[in-house]
């Protein structure tokens, strides 16, 4: 099983900071990854697929990067709206979560 | 626009059955795999099963030989069969699109609400 380790837990940050989120795998998955955030109570949402590939919809200050087993997704000014969990998914081999990493307000 | 709703959820006994629907629109429903991903309640995402365009399945080894997922491709919907029921398995219950049209082996593009899930005595 490919298993997904995100760092760090827990991240407090102030509007427009540039916030750096980090997700490793442990074996290569290659860019098979997407990032999601997950508000209280809300079902997941898409932000990321294929490692770099920013969905529909989605402000470009969200950006993500990383090939192999190392991953980051970069949020390059943080918004009001992005308090917020933040999911890796690897789908290389079945489906496997990191286990998040909240943003919370400093 | 995708529309996915979970319903059937509900509290249960240890070692009972339940059983998840997932009614989809807004797309071809049966050009995509549709996954069920589960959250206990203050945990992380979970995925649970797979069921791809032509009915192949595929399990966490959490829930093998408890779980079975099936789809009705002609009422657009996806079905989640639970037995032996553990309390392990409480959680908020998504079904989830599988982004990939006649793959079914990439990420989830559209979630629904959920349905909870309590397994208690």
């Known amino acids: 099983d490919i298993q997904m380790t995100q760092s760090p837990s827990t991240l407090s940050a102030s509007v427009g900071d540039r916030v750096t989120i980090t997700c490793r795998a442990s074996?290569?998955?290659?860019?098979?990854l997407a990032w999601y955030q997950q508000k209280s109570g809300k079902a997941p949402k898409l932000l990321i697929y294929?490692?770099?590939s920013l969905e529909s919809g989605v402000p470009s200050r969200f950006s993500g990067s990383g090939s192999g087993t190392e991953f980051t997704l970069t949020i390059s000014s943080l918004q009001p709206d992005d308090f917020a969990t933040y999911y890796c998914?690897?789908?290389?081999?079945?489906?496997?979560f990191g286990q998040g990493t909240k943003v919370e307000m400093k | 626009q995708v529309q996915l709703v979970e319903s059937g959820g509900g509290v249960v006994q240890p070692g009972g059955s339940l059983r998840l629907s997932c009614a989809a629109s807004?797309?071809?429903?049966?050009?995509?795999?549709m996954h069920w991903v589960r959250q206990a309640p203050g945990k992380g995402l979970e995925w649970v099963a797979l069921i791809r365009q032509h009915g192949s399945e595929y399990y966490a080894d959490s829930v093998k030989g408890r779980f079975t997922i099936s789809r009705d491709n002609s009422k657009n919907t996806v079905f989640l069969q639970m037995n032996s029921l553990r309390a392990e398995d409480t959680a908020l219950y998504y079904c989830?699109?599988?982004?990939?049209?006649?793959?079914?082996?990439?990420?989830?593009?559209?979630w629904g609400q959920g349905t909870l899930v309590t397994v208690s005595s």
């Open positions: 074996l290569s998955i290659s860019t098979w």
């Open positions: 807004g797309f071809t429903f049966s050009n995509y795999g």
């Open positions: 294929k490692a770099s």
């Open positions: 989830a699109k599988d982004s990939g049209e006649y793959s079914g082996f990439d990420y989830h593009d559209f």
């Open positions: 998914q690897q789908y290389n081999t079945l489906w496997t």
